[in-house]
């Protein structure tokens, strides 16, 4: 059986693979999808086959899902587009007789206000059309959507955002690259939808406090309206729709629309989600 990893040189393609290899499939079972074959060099030397291929160039998917078994496909980064980059390569795993599509998707895409759920779930639409036996893992946010700002956190004595008192079960991406190894790897979860996020949700000010304990510096959430926190990502050099996604994104979380209360997670990975105590500490250090 070959498994394929799409976006293989991204952060959740690339832990993927190594949750992967760390649970016993061999690297020479294990593909990677890549566009750019100078980034996979890593990946090379622990014996993965990188592919090159684009989700927008059906011809170089075809090339790449030759002789593939199951493919974790990765959510692509380029909003707006995802869609149609999502269908290139179910019909490319069609076309390659693929036996499990996994796809990593939103928490609840099918009724999600979250602007960013809409092309989740038109991609889960889209595997269901398919035919394709699949899998799609449901995932909330990361924690490193917050903890890679902790220096701008403590350099600004805030931490911004629209999410009120909300709280987001957001877990380490390393958490869902484990999760997502073993839906492809294993047998049985053909069929599954799972709601996926960190064991302990948390609000802003909860995370706000954690940063000022791990960076002994004073640093407060300071709440403000989707359309201020929009205008203040902007200021901060952010393009105007990404600004409006996040500040979108905010207000769905102040909704509960990131809460996920599952326990999905843990129980895949077969131990506890990383804490956000011990992933500001991780990423303070």
């Given amino acids: 059986m070959t498994i394929l990893v799409t976006g293989a040189t991204g952060h959740l393609g690339a832990l993927a693979i190594t949750e992967l290899i ?13 566009r750019d074959p100078a980034k996979a060099s890593e990946l090379t030397a622990l014996g993965v086959d990188v592919r090159v291929g684009s989700y927008d160039d059906p011809a170089t998917l075809d090339v790449a899902l030759k002789g593939i078994d199951r493919v974790l496909l990765v959510s692509g980064s380029e909003i707006g587009r995802r869609v149609p980059q999502h269908q290139n390569v179910i019909d490319a795993a069609v076309r390659a007789g693929v036996s499990l599509v996994a796809y990593t998707s939103a928490p609840r895409a099918d009724v999600s206000p979250l602007e960013l759920a809409k092309e989740h779930w038109a991609t889960e639409q889209a595997l269901a059309a398919s035919g394709l036996p699949h899998v799609v893992l449901r995932n909330s946010w990361y924690l490193e959507n917050y903890t890679n700002q902790i220096a701008t956190h403590v350099e600004h004595g805030a931490v911004l955002g629209a999410a009120g008192d909300g709280r987001v079960s957001a877990a380490a991406q390393a958490d869902y690259a484990a999760a997502a190894a073993v839906v492809v790897a294993e047998d049985g979860h053909a ?6 996020g960190g064991d302990t949700a948390f609000t802003l000010t909860e995370y706000a406090a954690e940063v000022a304990s791990a960076a ?9 309206t989707p359309t201020d926190y929009a205008a203040a990502l902007v200021s901060a050099g952010l393009p105007e729709p990404y600004a409006e996604i996040l ?11 990131l809460l996920v209360e599952t326990g999905d ?10 804490s956000l105590a011990e992933a500001v500490r991780i990423a303070a250090a």
């Fill in 216 to 224: 002994d510096a004073p640093v407060e959430y300071r709440d403000l």
């Fill in 191 to 196: 069929g599954q939808v799972y709601e996926l």
């Fill in 265 to 274: 997670l843990s129980r895949l990975i077969g131990r506890p989600t990383r």
């Fill in 22 to 34: 760390d649970r016993g499939t061999p690297a020479s079972e294990i593909a990677a999808l890549v």
């Fill in 247 to 257: 500040a979108d994104s905010d207000a769905g979380l102040k909704e509960g629309a």
